[in-house]
């Protein structure tokens, strides 16, 4: 089944403990994404990736890492997590090339909550 | 990156058809515009696409007017099950930043 599977799905954690949500995709898309989504704000772009080795800014950037090493894995990295950090996240991809049109096809999501 | 305006919140009843407007004024010439619905806790989900005039799928259609300043994504018939937060997005075909703004949370009543 083509997915983004996201890990873990929810995460207490507690202010300056590092932390990582990873992101994989079984589809073989080229581009990746990291939302967070917090009420009354919809969703905001931190960080995306055109293929492995480039990634670049969204909106939102500040507090996060990403890595693109592989091309069907994108992680979320927190160095030193604040409380407004604590957000629901999505990962999400899409391969515009050959197609149509561009959709993107986003993870569950993990709701992450940092004490 | 051209910003999108929608409402904040529509309501409708079960079997109308919705029509949600979206204003985009500052389109360029390249941008495509984009739907997508979302339930709660859920990630997005695409819907339709499109450049300019209409396009149809087998869930919605999408309208778009000569100036491409505005757009329209039309429901027809909604269920319960239709009640979401649709989101209007305009970029470039490729492009690879996504602003999605806060959408428009679609109530359907019985």
């Known amino acids: 089944e083509a997915q983004v599977t996201q890990n873990p799905r929810y995460l207490i954690t507690v202010t300056g403990k590092k932390l990582t949500v990873t992101c994989s995709q079984n589809?073989?898309?080229?581009?990746m994404s990291w939302y967070r989504q917090d009420p009354g704000l919809g969703l905001r772009q931190i960080y995306y990736?055109?293929?492995?080795?480039?990634?670049d800014k969204g909106d939102v950037p500040e507090g996060y890492k990403v890595s693109r090493k592989e091309k069907r894995n994108f992680p979320l990295i927190l160095e030193s997590p604040s409380p407004n950090q604590t957000s629901l996240y999505f990962c999400?991809?899409?391969?515009?090339?050959?197609?149509?049109?561009?959709?993107?096809?986003f993870g569950p999501g993990t709701r992450l909550t940092v004490l | 990156l051209a910003k999108t305006t929608q409402p904040i919140s529509m309501d409708s009843y079960e079997g109308q058809e919705v029509n949600i407007t979206c204003s985009h004024n500052?389109?360029?010439?390249?941008?495509?515009i984009t739907w997508y619905q979302q339930f709660p806790s859920q990630g997005p989900r695409f819907i339709i696409q499109?450049?300019?005039t209409k396009v149809t799928n087998e869930v919605a259609s999408l309208f778009i007017p000569a100036d491409r300043k505005s757009s329209t994504l039309s429901l027809p018939r909604v269920s319960l099950s239709d009640t979401a937060v649709y989101y209007c997005?305009?970029?470039?075909?490729?492009?690879?930043?996504?602003?999605f703004g806060s959408g428009t949370k679609l109530n359907v009543k019985p």
């Open positions: 999400a991809s899409s391969s515009p090339l050959g197609t149509t049109y561009n959709e993107q096809f």
């Open positions: 589809m073989n898309h080229e581009y």
């Open positions: 990736s055109m293929n492995v080795e480039v990634t």
């Open positions: 500052n389109i360029a010439t390249n941008d495509y």
């Open positions: 499109g450049y300019k």
């Open positions: 997005l305009v970029g470039d075909y490729n492009f690879n930043k996504f602003y």
